[in-house]
């Protein structure tokens, strides 16, 4: 299973939302990154994915989105073989 890197802040309910199904999904390794506790990681998240908001999530290094991209993705059927 590829890692799984998710930009967040810790008040973040969509990164919550977004947290809670990929672990649904079987993403085990998780690694989050707060962007809130570490400001430089802000301006590598901004640099690497060219958008502001959180959650930003890398499945291995294909940028999934954001949460209402994750969704989008499981639901057209395409997210669970990016987790294989």
């Known amino acids: 299973m590829p890692p799984v890197t998710m930009y967040s802040t810790q008040v973040c309910p969509y990164c919550v939302i977004a947290e809670k199904l990929l672990l649904k999904k079987g993403a085990s390794n998780l690694e989050k990154i707060l962007i809130d506790r570490d400001p430089s990681q802000r301006e590598i998240m901004m640099t690497r994915t060219g958008r502001r908001t959180?959650?930003?999530?890398?499945?291995?290094?294909?940028?999934?989105?954001?949460?209402?991209?994750?969704?989008?993705?499981?639901?057209?059927?395409?997210?669970?073989?990016?987790l294989v």
């Open 54 to 82: 959180v959650p930003q999530i890398y499945i291995g290094e294909t940028h999934v989105g954001g949460y209402d991209d994750l969704v989008a993705l499981d639901r057209a059927g395409n997210l669970d073989p990016l």
